[in-house]
C-alpha cells in the first residue's frame, strides 16, 4: 500500500526532527515536533 509506505517515511521524518529538536533545545524546533505530534495525534491510525 502506497499510504503504508508513506507513514513509514513520515514517522522516520517525525523520528529525525524529534532527535534534532533533543539535539537542539531550540523553541521553534520544540513547538514543530509538538505540531507535529498534534498532527499525528489528529490522523490517527486511519491518516495519510
Given at each position: 500500500?502506497?499510504?503504508?509506505?508513506?507513514?513509514?517515511?513520515?514517522?522516520?521524518?517525525?523520528?529525525?526532527?524529534?532527535?534534532?529538536?533533543?539535539?537542539?533545545?531550540?523553541?521553534e524546533r520544540g513547538t514543530l515536533l509538538?505540531?507535529i505530534q498534534m498532527w499525528l495525534n489528529?490522523?490517527?491510525?486511519?491518516?495519510?
Amino acid at each position: 500500500m502506497p499510504s503504508e509506505t508513506l507513514k513509514a517515511s513520515f514517522v522516520v521524518v517525525a523520528r529525525w526532527v524529534h532527535k534534532i529538536s533533543e539535539t537542539y533545545v531550540a523553541p521553534e524546533r520544540g513547538t514543530l515536533l509538538l505540531v507535529i505530534q498534534m498532527w499525528l495525534n489528529t490522523q490517527g491510525p486511519i491518516g495519510l
